[in-house]
C-alpha cells in the first residue's frame, strides 16, 4: 500500500530535508514517528528537498506500508511522535504508481520579506528581514523578465546537481501588505537555490540598485557569478505541490500570512 502525506514544518532548527548521520533533519523526525506508528521501519520520499533553515506548508511525501491504519492514525498518530516543529496535515492511500516527487507537475514557492527599519523578534527565522525600502513596483517590472521557459544557469548554485538549467516559471508574482512583501514562484520544477537567488535580483531591483531590466540580463549572461546574493533561507517556503487529477490529491495552497 502507498500513502501520501501533507507535511508542514518550521526549517529553522533542521539542518534541511535529507536525512544526514549527525545532524537533526525533518525526514529523519519524520520517518522515526511514521516507523513508531506503524510499529516498523518507514522510509519516505518528498516533493522537494529543502535546504537547512528552509520551511514549508504543502510539502508532499509518499511511503510504501504493509501496514493497515486509518488515514487519521497516520496523521494523528504521526504527529503524537513529531516535535512541535512538524505536523502532518493530511494522509492519503493513492495508486502505487504516485510518486511525492517525479508525478508532479508543478511546484509553488513563497519567498517572505519584512520590510521595515527595525529587526524582527516574533517573525525572526521566518522571513528575509530588509531594513532599506523596498519598491515592489520595481520588482514586479522585473519579474515579467523571468516569467516563461529559460536557461536558469545565472540564478542556480554553482554546486547545482541538475542534469541541465532550462526550467519554465509558469508565474513569478511580487506584492506588498503592509511591512510584508511577497514573492511567489510556480514553476515546472526548480533548480538548487533557484528562488532564493530570484529573490536576492529582485529586492537588488526593489532596493534601487539596478534597473528592472538587469534581471533579464543577468539571466541572458547564463552565469552565476554575476547575479545578485542568495536570498536567506529563513523567508522561504514550500507552499504547493501540484499533481495530476488522476491521482484525487487537489489540495488548496497554504500560503505563509504574517502581520
Same mark, same amino acid.
Given at each position: 500500500? *502507498?500513502? !501520501?502525506?501533507?507535511? $508542514? %514544518?518550521?526549517?529553522?532548527?533542521?539542518?534541511?530535508?535529507?536525512?544526514?548521520?549527525?545532524?537533526?533533519?525533518?525526514?529523519?523526525?519524520?520517518?522515526?514517528? =511514521?516507523? *513508531?506508528?506503524?510499529?516498523?521501519?518507514?522510509?519516505? +520520499?518528498?516533493?522537494?528537498? &529543502?535546504? /537547512?533553515g528552509v520551511h514549508?506548508?504543502?510539502?508532499?511525501v509518499h511511503f510504501?506500508?504493509? +501496514?493497515?491504519?486509518? $488515514?487519521?492514525?497516520?496523521?494523528?498518530? &504521526?504527529?503524537?511522535?513529531?516535535?512541535?516543529?512538524?505536523?502532518?496535515?493530511? /494522509? *492519503?492511500?493513492?495508486?502505487?504508481?504516485?510518486?511525492?516527487?517525479?508525478?508532479?507537475?508543478?511546484?509553488?514557492?513563497?519567498?517572505? @520579506?519584512?520590510?521595515? +527599519?527595525?529587526?524582527?523578534?516574533? =517573525?525572526?527565522? *521566518?522571513?528575509?528581514?530588509? %531594513?532599506?525600502?523596498?519598491?515592489?513596483?520595481?520588482?514586479?517590472?522585473?519579474?515579467?523578465?523571468? !516569467?516563461? $521557459?529559460?536557461?536558469? &544557469?545565472?540564478?542556480?548554485?554553482?554546486?547545482?546537481?541538475?542534469?541541465?538549467?532550462?526550467?519554465?516559471?509558469?508565474?513569478?508574482?511580487?506584492?506588498?501588505?503592509?511591512?510584508?512583501? %511577497? @514573492?511567489?514562484?510556480?514553476?515546472?520544477?526548480?533548480?538548487?537555490?533557484?528562488?532564493?537567488?530570484?529573490?536576492?535580483?529582485?529586492?537588488?531591483? /526593489?532596493?534601487?540598485?539596478?534597473?528592472?531590466?538587469?534581471?533579464?540580463?543577468?539571466?541572458?549572461?547564463?552565469?552565476?557569478?554575476?547575479?545578485? @546574493?542568495?536570498?536567506?533561507?529563513?523567508?522561504?517556503?514550500?507552499?504547493?505541490?501540484? %499533481?495530476?487529477?488522476?491521482?484525487?490529491?487537489?489540495?488548496?495552497?497554504?500560503?505563509?500570512?504574517?502581520?
Amino acid at each position: 500500500m *502507498r500513502i !501520501a502525506l501533507g507535511v $508542514e %514544518y518550521d526549517g529553522t532548527d533542521f539542518s534541511g530535508w535529507q536525512a544526514q548521520a549527525g545532524t537533526r533533519t525533518v525526514q529523519e523526525v519524520l520517518e522515526g514517528a =511514521l516507523s *513508531r506508528v506503524a510499529d516498523r521501519p518507514v522510509r519516505v +520520499v518528498c516533493a522537494g528537498r &529543502t535546504d /537547512a533553515g528552509v520551511h514549508a506548508t504543502g510539502q508532499v511525501v509518499h511511503f510504501d506500508t504493509e +501496514v493497515v491504519r486509518p $488515514e487519521r492514525a497516520w496523521v494523528l498518530g &504521526t504527529n503524537v511522535h513529531l516535535p512541535p516543529e512538524v505536523s502532518v496535515c493530511w /494522509a *492519503r492511500a493513492v495508486d502505487p504508481r504516485f510518486h511525492a516527487r517525479f508525478s508532479a507537475v508543478s511546484r509553488r514557492y513563497r519567498y517572505v @520579506i519584512l520590510n521595515r +527599519v527595525t529587526r524582527p523578534a516574533l =517573525l525572526r527565522g *521566518r522571513v528575509w528581514w530588509v %531594513y532599506r525600502p523596498l519598491h515592489a513596483d520595481r520588482a514586479r517590472e522585473a519579474a515579467v523578465h523571468l !516569467a516563461g $521557459e529559460h536557461d536558469f &544557469t545565472s540564478y542556480r548554485a554553482l554546486a547545482c546537481q541538475a542534469r541541465h538549467p532550462v526550467r519554465t516559471v509558469h508565474r513569478l508574482e511580487v506584492q506588498r501588505a503592509g511591512e510584508l512583501l %511577497y @514573492i511567489d514562484v510556480l514553476a515546472n520544477a526548480f533548480l538548487h537555490h533557484m528562488v532564493r537567488n530570484l529573490a536576492g535580483v529582485l529586492v537588488a531591483i /526593489a532596493r534601487g540598485e539596478h534597473p528592472p531590466h538587469w534581471a533579464r540580463e543577468v539571466l541572458e549572461a547564463r552565469d552565476r557569478t554575476l547575479g545578485g @546574493i542568495t536570498a536567506p533561507s529563513a523567508g522561504l517556503y514550500l507552499v504547493q505541490v501540484n %499533481y495530476p487529477a488522476s491521482f484525487g490529491l487537489g489540495r488548496p495552497v497554504r500560503l505563509p500570512m504574517f502581520g
